[in-house]
DNA sequence: TATTGTTATACTCTATAACTATA
DNA sequence: TATAGTTATAGAGTATAACAATA
């Protein structure tokens, strides 16, 4: 592997941990951990089962629960008996779930802030060089 | 915030959410907790005490502590009292740690996997355009 | 008196295994 | 019998406050 390749290897990793770290301090500044912020923003845009819930969070079933617990707790999601099938549940975010959700993307600045440090086109390379990078593996 | 910042801001996303899953894999894979892997990785190119470690990782000196506890119990890392300011302790790492840093990074396909996508010439383009992301703010 | 690190404690995240309810 | 979710439990990460040792 090439030494270039190495190093742009290594701006990645500084980029993503800023970035990461970032995203940490957006959601505590709302007062919600990083795991409880995924989980709104998992299901702002519609109610979603635990389970599909699980498979976006790449985590166990029994993960879920406990954090919709949590954030049922606060009153920022409810938890609904599904209508077809009547074992799985229904995780909707609430009024005020939503808002919360709203001011943790507010508060997580770090990516507008970046990009939009680059011109147009370079935003547009960018957003071509990602679209390479992030395709999936096979 | 024009339409396309949002559209590389989501892209980013997607992408730095796939890094991360995949740095955790790695690090499972070895036998390691990602906070334990990015312990042991800020002790591989030599010696730091606990304040420095923290200051690394962006957490608290007690966080450091057990973490640090756990590795040493397992003989990745030892701890010694240091030799100027006798209150600090020099963490180092040992053979089997270095070993296992090893392991981890390369078990850490991801990053050169996608990366090798790219031309020469794009390399270098991202790379320029990372120089720009990654500055720090002010 | 200030600083470095540890201990005690508590909360959250996370997974595994056993369980309940429904299909 | 299989599946969706929960409960019980346990280990790890994380921070705060109180503390010990050293400066």
């Not at 951990?33 to 599909?52: I, N, Y």
Request: some cysteine; charged content about 30%; proline content about 4%.
């Amino acid at each position: 592997m090439p030494d270039r390749t190495d190093r742009v290897a290594q701006q990645l990793w500084g980029f993503v941990y800023d970035y990461d770290a970032a995203y940490e301090r957006a959601a505590r500044a709302v007062g919600l951990s990083t795991a409880q912020a995924c989980l709104l923003k998992a299901v702002a845009d519609g109610p979603r089962t635990m389970g599909e819930i699980a498979t976006e969070l790449l985590c166990d079933a029994s993960n879920v629960t406990q954090v919709v617990t949590r954030l049922e707790a606060r009153g920022l999601v409810t938890r609904q008996p599904g209508r077809a099938d009547r074992r799985s549940r229904e995780v909707a975010i609430t009024a005020a779930g939503a808002e919360l959700d709203r001011s943790a993307r507010q508060a997580f600045r770090f990516p507008r802030e970046r990009i939009g440090r680059l011109s147009a086109d370079d935003q547009q390379t960018l957003s071509t060089l990602l679209e390479t990078l992030a395709a999936p593996d096979s």
